[in-house]
């Protein structure tokens, strides 16, 4: 083979790899995507609270969802299904849950706000979806949430859906969802 | 005995080995493009069985054939098998055999690395379809195998699938990466890029594709590995995952994919109108244009297969009006075929009858495509019967019709024997008659709100699925007379002239008809 065949093989055998990282790459390219642009609906933690200055408060609608995951058996549900509440003002809702099995049971809640334009303006100070909930046999307990929705909040938008979807993490390893959450506290650095 | 094998090994540089080691050893790009051929044919059967067991079942409303489980397994093999096993290999197939006999080379560039790349195909597809006999079935979750449902609720034998999706990629990439060396490093003198041929353009864009995509599919592939074995958790929304992450990874891969299938076609498609009209194809410039563009813009439009997920509106619109934007060029190799045509003296031997129907049928398909590209119109087609047309309609009229053109129109010099003429036209208007029967009533079922992928529909959806399942069996039906007509060809026939048709252009069509082992030793002279 001559010498510019042998460099053009050279070059497309390094792009294979390449590419293939590049799909890796994906994963975090899409959660700084999501995170820059605050579409999908995700809601990362803040503490830019000091920054957040009241002007004028509008009224607003805030409608509260609790889903189970398949084969989640807990109760989970929110503890008041809609507040009305003011912009720029902190709130603290909370979710009632209960571990109906016979086992101790770990889980982890994962929100989720509609419309997904709204996502970047609500703020969570504190909220039980930063962390795993560990239950024992027919233990309760009230989750919090501690938010604020902003005023930069798009005008057009009266009513806010937060829901969070119970997943059953028992089985995973603790390690795998910690990640998650140096994630979601990632957020608090911008 | 021994004497014969001697004789044979002197003989080694002017012809094949005998006997079944000449196809396992073989590094002769003719071999191997015989040998990719023969595999897709064989894979276009086994896919094409499965898809006369989902219309079997779908003759009726109800369930009358085949448990739902199995059914779903039907649809994802015959899809996976369909695109991975019967078109790609088809087309690699025909590279092998023309690209170096286009381009005045004597074989392809990595003449081992050829032979690796094909051999491993059948392990690919003998664990694919191996799964069918394991605990749990096959695959059920769709070609598209979409995250969680091929992940969390996937049956065991996805671990087989994902080993195969691993070895059909790596076959995809050696294949490209040797098109690629060859078309770059291997033309005779004089044949410079813009003289090319344009199946051989054809390829080097798909290759480059290939190259670009082919890795990503395994990433998502890998992902899906490490999510069901080793407790991560990239689609899995319990650990901080994400289901929609899979989609866009996927279509990354998947709509640079359909455009793979795709342009080879438009270069086979090409030369055959360009022979049978006699012409000198018009706007070949503006064809190689149109194919860059295409291919371009194939990476940024992926999204448009998921506008359902909840993208943010202005994504939405991006990606419709980058997908619109597709039927441009789309647009000018279309207006450049009728023009090739136009004033040109035709002659409709069955390439071109292939060919001819091509243009009409995937244009259908485009055209359905450009409705699909409407967002709001999309939230209503959305996984329905009609994106399921629209799809058939550019790969079985559009690639595979393109596949089986080729095949008339090369046929008589890879084999030195002419086809059946009227055997040909009888497959062709069969096929034709079949293929519209079969996916034009889907339209109408998918714009009455029928959902794809479900073994069961509603009492409304009955008759135009009853037409739509007589259709496919008639489809299904005449490409055994395909089969038919290739061993005939292969095993006899009138001789074929060198040229073979009076139109054809080329340096494929100066060797010798059948084209002798080796081709080209000494590079032509082009002007």
Redesign the interface.
């Known amino acids: 083979m001559n010498p510019e065949a042998k460099k053009t093989l050279r070059r497309l055998v390094i792009a294979v790899p390449l590419m293939f990282a590049f799909g890796f790459a994906l994963v975090p390219l899409y959660n700084v995507f999501c995170e820059v642009t605050g579409i999908n609906g995700k809601v990362f933690q803040s503490d830019d609270a000091k920054e957040l200055v009241i002007e004028d408060g509008r009224p607003l609608g805030l409608q509260f969802i609790s889903t189970n995951n398949e084969n989640m058996p807990w109760i989970f549900k929110p503890s008041e299904e809609v507040m009305t509440i003011s912009t720029g003002e902190y709130y603290t809702a909370t979710y009632y849950v209960k571990n109906t099995t016979n086992k101790t049971m770990t889980a982890q809640a994962v929100p989720s706000v509609a419309p997904s334009n709204a996502a970047a303006h609500l703020k969570k100070l504190e909220c039980f979806c930063f962390e795993q909930q560990e239950l024992a046999p027919g233990e309760d307990a009230l989750l919090p949430v501690r938010l604020l929705v902003s005023d930069e909040l798009p005008k057009n938008i009266k009513n806010i859906i937060l829901s969070y979807t119970i997943f059953d993490v028992t089985e995973y390893d603790d390690e795998t969802v910690a990640q998650v959450d140096s994630e979601g506290h990632h957020g608090m650095e911008h | 005995m021994s004497a014969v094998i001697e004789n044979h090994h002197d003989d080694h540089h002017h012809g094949p080995a005998k006997g079944l080691t000449r196809w396992l050893y073989t590094t002769n790009h003719k071999d191997i493009g015989t040998l990719y051929l023969w595999f897709s044919f064989a894979m276009f059967l086994i896919g094409g069985a499965m898809a006369l067991v989902i219309r079997a079942e779908l003759f009726q409303p109800g369930m009358q054939i085949v448990e739902p489980e199995f059914y779903n397994q039907m649809i994802t093999l015959h899809g996976l098998i369909m695109i991975f096993g019967g078109v790609m290999p088809a087309f690699v197939g025909l590279a092998n055999w023309l690209v170096p006999m286009m381009i005045g080379a004597p074989d392809m560039?990595?003449p081992r690395m050829n032979n690796l790349s094909f051999w491993i195909l059948p392990f690919a597809f003998f664990i694919l379809l191996s799964s069918l006999f394991m605990e749990g079935g096959a695959p059920n979750f769709g070609w598209t195998f979409y995250a969680p449902l091929s992940t969390t609720y996937a049956p065991p034998s996805v671990t087989f699938f994902i080993f195969s999706v691993h070895i059909m990629g790596a076959s995809s990439?050696m294949g490209a990466?040797n098109v690629?060396?060859t078309i770059?490093?291997?033309r005779a003198p004089g044949v410079t890029l813009m003289k090319m041929p344009l199946f051989v353009w054809s390829w080097l864009i798909t290759a480059y594709l290939l190259?670009?995509?082919?890795?990503?599919?395994?990433?998502?592939v890998t992902?899906m590995l490490m999510d069901i074995h080793f407790?991560?958790?990239?689609f899995n929304?319990?650990?901080?995952g994400?289901p929609?992450?899979f989609q866009?990874?996927f279509w990354?891969?998947g709509h640079p994919e359909v455009y793979i299938m795709i342009l080879p076609a438009f270069g086979i498609v090409s030369h055959i109108i360009e022979t049978f009209s006699r012409k000198q194809l018009f706007g070949y410039s503006s064809m190689v244009w149109a194919m860059l563009s295409i291919a371009i813009l194939s990476f940024v439009v992926w999204a448009h297969h998921m506008f359902t997920v909840?993208?943010?509106l202005a994504?939405e619109l991006f990606f419709m009006w980058a997908t619109m934007l597709i039927a441009v060029p789309t647009g000018v190799k279309v207006f450049n075929w009728v023009a090739t045509m136009f004033k040109g003296s035709l002659t409709f031997e069955t390439p071109m009858l292939f060919a001819i129907a091509f243009v009409v049928l995937f244009t259908i398909g485009g055209l359905s495509g450009l409705m699909l590209a409407i967002v709001p119109a999309d939230f209503q087609y959305h996984d329905t019967y009609f994106v399921v047309a629209h799809f058939h309609y550019v790969l079985v009229p559009g690639a595979i019709f393109s596949i089986m053109a080729a095949v008339y129109y090369w046929i008589p010099k890879w084999s030195g024997n002419m086809y059946d003429e009227r055997l040909g036209k009888l497959h062709f208007w069969l096929s034709f008659i079949g293929v519209n029967v079969t996916f034009f009533p889907q339209h109408f079922i998918g714009l009455a709100g029928m959902p794809r992928r479900y073994p069961d529909y509603a009492l409304q959806f009955a008759d135009w699925n009853m037409v739509s399942s007589v259709g496919a069996f008639l489809f299904g039906v005449s490409q055994i007379l395909f089969l038919f007509i290739v061993l005939k060809t292969v095993m006899g026939g009138k001789k074929a002239t060198d040229q073979v048709w009076e139109g054809a252009r080329g340096l494929e069509w100066t060797v010798a008809s059948p084209a002798p082992y080796h081709t080209f030793t000494t590079p032509p002279k082009v002007d």
Not at chain 2, 211 to 220: R, Y
Not at chain 2, 231 to 234: A, L
Not at chain 2, 237 to 240: F, V
């Open positions: 560039a990595l990439i990466i690629v060396v770059m490093n291997m190259i670009a995509v082919m890795p990503v599919l395994a990433g998502a992902m407790g991560t958790s990239f929304a319990a650990g901080g994400d929609v992450l866009h990874i990354f891969f909840g993208l943010p994504a």
